[in-house]
């Protein structure tokens, strides 16, 4: 989570972007695209920047209405970026994707890239034998660095259903990878 520094920085932030202060909000815009795009990305988002972009715009629009601190605000923008993100899926299911078949010479491949897509694939195996729950926690908790907190507020679950989330897919990793389990 953030330090005290920063925290009070994003605060002042936020009161500022309430007041119409444009560089209030950049400064929140800064503090919140990378997550933002970070969780669409493992998420499954076809544009992750987008999302983020599109969550913070909305977000920028409802700031008069909204009340609550930096922490608030921000699961604020989460949930704005997972209900995207949930849209996204479902516009996808609806409408087939059409293949675009290039060649690609064998030259282009990089064993820099090849390597990188191997850990993504690895990180995406591993996910996927959780339940969803689990999966959007995790990836909320990490990707996101969410609270234990606003990461119920994102999901709308209790936050003891949130930390149980956690605890069963944090084993359950633990125990595809072979490591050890410490409390």
């Known amino acids: 989570m953030k330090d005290e520094p920063s925290l009070a920085i ?3 932030a936020l009161i ?3 007041l119409g202060v444009g560089a209030g909000f950049e400064v929140l815009f800064n503090a919140l695209a990378g997550p933002i795009s970070a969780f669409a990305a493992r998420r499954g988002s076809d544009d992750p920047d987008g999302v983020a972009n599109t969550a913070l715009f909305d977000a920028y629009k409802g700031l008069a209405n909204f009340e609550g601190d930096f922490s608030a605000f921000r699961a604020y923008v ?3 970026a997972r209900n995207r993100i949930i849209d996204d899926f479902r516009k996808r299911e609806r409408r087939p ?3 675009v078949l290039d060649d690609v010479p064998a030259a282009l491949v990089i064993e820099d890239t090849a390597e ?3 850990s993504q694939q690895w990180v995406s195996q591993l996910l996927g034998e959780l339940t969803e729950d689990q999966r959007e926690v995790i990836t ?3 990707l996101g660095d969410v609270s234990i907190a606003e990461t119920a507020l994102i999901m709308g679950k209790p936050i003891t259903a949130v930390k149980a989330l956690q605890r069963r ?3 359950r990793l633990h125990a595809l990878t072979g490591a050890e389990v410490h409390r």
Do not use: T, V
């Open 140 to 142: 909320l908790r990490i």
């Open 16 to 18: 500022q972007a309430r």
């Open 97 to 99: 994707k059409l293949a």
């Open 116 to 118: 990188l897509m191997g």
């Open 78 to 80: 989460f949930r704005i």
């Open 169 to 171: 897919a944090i084993r």
């Open 10 to 12: 994003e605060e002042r």
